[in-house]
């Protein structure tokens, strides 16, 4: 199943967002007019895990979920 459009954004997002984090571009701290914003480090692996899940559902037409085990039982 092809992912929709929002789904293709939203993937390519993720990867810059990963590019920029690992590569050492993302910013850290924003000063203007004598005022600052720190901003948090993105969680790498969470980012792999959306990544992946993404891709997963490009691949299966599923999203794949991350957490607790499901059993299926089958005849």
């Known amino acids: 199943m092809a992912l929709t ?6 993937l390519a997002r993720l990867r810059a967002d990963r590019d920029a984090q690992i ?3 993302a910013v850290s701290k ?3 007019n004598g005022r600052s914003k720190d901003m948090a480090a993105a969680d790498l692996k969470r980012l792999d895990g ?6 997963a559902k490009a ?12 059993f299926r039982w089958g005849r």
Do not use: M, N
């Open 59 to 70: 691949l299966t037409g599923r999203a794949r979920r991350r957490g607790s085990i499901t």
């Open 30 to 32: 924003v000063a203007s």
């Open 23 to 25: 590569s050492g571009r």
């Open 50 to 55: 959306e990544i992946e899940a993404l891709e």
């Open 5 to 10: 459009d929002d789904d293709l954004i939203r």
